[in-house]
């Protein structure tokens, strides 16, 4: 005869402690996977929103060449436009200049040739009027000599030319050198 053996019962317990490590592998698991979905959904968002900040700044550009373009074309269309070119002067021979003026709309100036300027040195744009020149913009070029304004008319200026001058940084009130462009109406 054979001895029987022994019957072994699990008890609840260790039922109930293998299903509650199932569950939390089960758990950390699906825990994980939502930290990684989450981590992943933040840095598409961080993404985007560098996206957003780079189209905000082009809209930006855009909209300010906009306006420049706008500008333009308000003054060149404009019933009381004058043309007025500019000649280099005996300190900058090869420099030229020209301005579109518009006593309704506004100057339109660009220069060309401009020699480099000394250090503490800034062009000053002039309005020559029958009584003294007035001041219409600081002038300071790229490195090939070039420069653009666009500006509004000044109230009660009427000029008679334009003039560039190299005056101190900060400008003055009137010219105290050479003209380096001129030219008359």
């Excluded at 308000?74 to 009381?80: G, S, V």
Aim: avoid cysteine; proline fraction near 8%.
């Amino acid at each position: 005869m054979m001895a029987a053996s022994p019957v072994r019962t699990e008890s609840p317990l260790n039922w109930l402690a293998i299903a509650a490590g199932v569950l939390a592998a089960v758990g950390g698991t699906l825990a994980f996977a939502e930290y990684r979905q989450v981590a992943a959904a933040q840095m598409a968002v961080a993404q985007a929103q560098a996206q957003v900040e780079t189209l905000q700044a082009q809209l930006s550009t855009l909209q300010g060449q906009s306006d420049t373009a706008r500008q333009t074309i308000d003054i060149l269309a404009a019933d009381d436009l004058a043309r007025i070119d500019l000649k280099g002067q005996p300190s900058a021979p090869s420099s030229t200049g020209r301005a579109y003026w518009s006593a309704s709309r506004g100057l339109l100036f660009s220069a060309v040739n401009l020699p480099p300027l000394p250090a503490g040195r800034v062009y000053q744009l002039w309005y020559v009027t029958a009584a003294a020149p007035v001041s219409a913009a600081l002038v300071t070029p790229d490195a090939a000599g070039r420069y653009t304004l666009i500006s509004q008319a000044p109230a009660g200026v009427t000029p008679t030319a334009f003039a560039l001058t190299i005056e101190p940084a900060g400008g003055l009130p009137a010219p105290s050198g050479a003209f380096y462009l001129l030219g008359a109406f």
